[in-house]
């Protein structure tokens, strides 16, 4: 015997070993096992407590119905096969049926799920699967997009969104919770308890990205990664026109009696609460380098070519030649519903679509105002 299986009650028998006569077929897949791995049969627990149900070589399969006579040869002779059969203690299966189930066998049809090219090993069957399956940026690579509240988080979040739906990713997560994901599809899942190759952080900070840059260290998976940063004024002006009308009522980062505040009071107290998230959101871009890319919200919001280049930059940069460059312009075109130049309809920025989000951008009346402030 070659082994045995306890959990599957399963034991591996040589051809030519002493096996019992009563057989019955137990075929798993479509495939019976003889035709595709004739050095090996099985047996198996059925019938009961203790008794066996087995899987039997083809070679040494025995008739189940003695002929009454075999044809071109006496009873006489049969017996005789027989009686030296059962002395060799080898299972009797006499001649003609013996070539009848060969000529059988040869003419029937190899079932499909057994079928295997020309010249078939692991290796020829490993590239095939390659061929037939072809890899995935994320296969090879971790990709973290990074964030901050008013740099631009919806626009780079979403655009990247795009980008990896595209692609056909349907796997990812988002640390705490925080902002929208990163894929539609697979997307629920906080990256302080899973860990996965795409993940979006809406609150970048120094400490956090070299953890997450360590993380992939440790498990031998080279990181990608894009950000996005902003003028901190901008930042601040941003904050309080956006909170000012009522967006997210409930943040951390504006006072409750926010909506009742003009500029030269709100924004000095917006300032204040902001102030982690720029410090955050400037030592995250000092320890940027060499495998996550910085862009700049002022030039990819400046107009349609330069968010057309920005989002050109950053898809070189994540996937370099693993996307074709029809697959480029595609990811590019979607997101174009994202520039906020176009003004078209179906951004996730502006709130477009089913998506529940706020739409981050403000008015630029509010936004001039508040710079005096």
Not at 185 to 195: K, L, P, Q, S, T
Not at 352 to 361: M, Q
């Amino acid at each position: 015997m070659l082994g045995s299986d306890p959990a599957r009650s399963t034991t591996l028998v040589r051809p030519g070993t002493d096996v019992p006569n009563a057989w019955t077929e137990a075929p798993t897949g479509g495939c019976y096992p003889p035709l595709c791995y004739p050095h090996l049969t099985t047996f198996t627990d059925t019938g009961g407590p203790g008794a066996l149900s087995r899987r039997r070589p083809h070679h040494l399969i025995r008739s189940q119905i003695a002929p009454s006579r075999p044809l071109g040869s006496s009873i006489d002779r049969t017996a005789n096969d027989q009686t030296r059969s059962e002395e060799n203690h080898t299972p009797f299966v006499p001649m003609w049926r013996l070539g009848l189930w060969v000529f059988t066998l040869s003419m029937a049809e190899k079932p499909e799920q057994c079928e295997e090219p020309e010249g078939t090993g692991f290796f020829q069957r490993q590239i095939a699967l390659e061929r037939m399956e072809p890899s995935r940026p994320w296969d090879h690579h971790a990709f973290v997009v990074g964030t901050n509240h008013k740099a631009g988080s919806q626009l780079l979040r979403n655009s990247m969104c795009w980008a990896f739906d595209t692609l056909g990713a349907t796997y990812s997560c988002q640390f705490s919770g925080h902002g929208s994901s990163i894929t539609t599809i697979g997307r629920e899942n906080n990256c302080y308890d899973v860990w996965a190759p795409i993940q979006f952080h809406n609150h970048i900070n120094g400490p956090e990205l070299i953890q997450i840059k360590n993380e992939s260290i440790r498990r031998g998976i080279p990181l990608r990664g894009v950000m996005i940063v902003r003028d901190p004024l901008q930042m601040v002006v941003s904050a309080y026109c956006y909170h000012h009308r009522g967006a997210e009522p409930n943040s951390n980062l504006a006072p409750p009696n926010i909506t009742e505040m003009g500029p030269e009071e709100g924004v000095p107290d917006i300032a204040e609460r902001m102030k982690p998230v720029i410090e955050g959101m400037l030592s995250a871009y000092q320890l940027a380098p060499p495998n996550v890319l910085t862009v700049r919200y002022e030039t990819m919001t400046n107009s349609s070519f330069y968010f057309n280049a920005t989002m050109s930059e950053i898809l070189t940069f994540l996937f370099g030649d693993e996307i074709t460059h029809a697959q480029k312009q595609t990811i590019i075109d979607a997101a174009a519903v994202e520039d906020l130049n176009r003004g078209l309809e179906g951004g996730l920025s502006t709130g477009g679509g089913s998506t529940g989000v706020d739409n981050h951008t403000n008015s630029e009346d509010c936004m001039a105002d508040s710079q005096e402030a």
